[in-house]
């Protein structure tokens, strides 16, 4: 991804003063098209990989009536650290505006609708929950609906025995049809990446654009990493000191080796027997917690990856000159929160949810070029926060279900 990232500026650099020559048409046409079909892919595969996801991590806990009480208590604790970690980021980025240049936009601004008041905003995203037609939403690219549907609809499969597994092993066997499929998409990314930063850059007029766009880069990663530091050191520890009672440091401690795993893999589901090793043998929880709680969190629990998503999708509006109304606000903080959920346990899987929040809120998704040189380092450190806050919830639960005496 980076060196397709670097050829793309180098490319768009130093022909982007020629980019709308006659005579370079057809090259300039064939690098537009690479960047268009890595981003039809992308956006080809998020509506299966949501509802197959969706659906096989919901099945995944089994029989949902046996494990309502610490299902919801873990279901809880989740959502509530990922809505802060994303309103933190929201905050963040309308504070730092990292997308924000002195230079003129790259295309002309955009003003976002806005008339709703915050009750209007709010009662329309609900209304967005329960859509009348999946297959509408689907199209339209409303994600909210589907999320929710899918989650009701597998809850309802683990509820049907033995006639509810032969769709449940369906649907594995989509979702893993479907990871395949987002990993040879990935594998493309280098490609990809290549025509939608040359064709963004060249189309900016070549240096000048070049050197806007790394300030605005360094911008975003820096934070997109304040927000991850925040969250990771000031408020999951508080968590940690006030519904875990426990010692944050002395407890980052025993996970290690799990979290330098976490940042060198970018993958949740490769580091989990470590970290649920580490769980029952160096922090001493119970086999209840670490073996419901851990694997769930790495299923939905994705503090990281929605504070990223959150920051991307309000960097790229900012680099487009679109301005969000509070009602955008309300659909980037809750779209977020559900896309990061819905996210595989894999590397780089946030860049194909994060589609689904530009989508939501009308952001150019081809935006995702401007990101991409530096995401493979972003992608490790949000990683560590997703497992860093897996751990943590597993803490707090476990005080739950063995309360001190």
């Given amino acids: 991804m980076l060196s397709g990232a670097t050829l793309g500026f180098v490319v768009g650099g130093v022909f982007g003063a020629q980019w709308e020559d006659p005579r370079f048409g057809f090259w300039v046409e064939l690098i537009d098209l690479l960047g268009d079909v890595f981003m039809n892919l992308l956006k080809m595969v998020v509506v299966p990989l949501i509802v197959c996801s969706m659906v096989v991590g919901i099945t995944s806990l089994g029989d949902l009536r046996k494990i309502r009480g610490t299902f919801g208590w873990t279901i809880a604790y989740y959502v509530m650290t990922t809505l802060l970690s994303v309103a933190l980021g929201i ?44 297959f509408e939403a689907a199209a339209k690219g409303q994600i909210l609906g589907l999320i929710v549907a899918s989650l009701l609809f597998g809850g309802i499969l683990t509820l049907l025995g033995e006639r509810g597994r032969k769709v449940i092993e369906l649907f594995d066997i989509g979702n893993e049809a479907i990871m395949r499929l987002v990993r040879l998409v990935i594998w493309l990314a280098p490609v990809g990446i290549f025509g939608l930063v040359a064709t963004k ?88 917690a670490s073996g419901f709680v851990l694997p769930l969190g790495a299923t939905v629990n994705m503090d990281g990856t929605a504070l990223y998503e959150a920051v991307a999708v309000i960097f790229i509006c900012q680099a ?65 926060v997703n497992v860093w806050g897996d751990t943590i919830g597993t803490a707090v639960i476990d005080r739950t279900l063995r309360p001190p005496r």
């Fill in 201 to 288: 850059i060249g189309s900016a007029g070549g240096g000048e654009a070049v050197w806007h766009e790394l300030q605005k880069l360094a911008k975003y990663a820096l934070t997109v990493l304040l927000g991850l530091s925040i969250h990771a050191f000031v408020v999951l520890p508080i968590l940690l000191s006030v519904l875990g009672r426990r010692n944050p440091l002395r407890y980052a401690g025993h996970y290690t080796e799990a979290l330098l795993t976490a940042f060198t893999t970018a993958s949740s589901a490769a580091t989990l027997p470590i970290t649920m090793r580490d769980a029952r043998v160096k922090a001493g929880l119970s086999d209840e």
């Fill in 320 to 384: 487009y000159g679109i301005e969000l109304g509070f009602a955008q606000f309300v659909i980037v903080w809750l779209t977020a929160t559900l896309a990061a959920i819905g996210a595989a346990a894999i590397p780089e899987a946030g860049l194909v949810t994060m589609v689904m929040v530009l989508t939501a809120v009308g952001a150019p998704i081809e935006g995702i070029a401007l990101l991409l040189s530096i995401d493979w380092f972003l992608d490790r450190c949000r990683t560590t």
């Fill in 91 to 134: 905050f963040l980025v309308i504070l730092i505006q990292p997308g924000v240049a002195a230079s003129t936009q790259i295309e002309a601004a955009r003003q976002m609708p806005e008339s709703l008041t915050w009750y209007e905003a709010l009662f329309d995203v609900v209304r967005g929950l329960f859509p009348q037609n999946l």
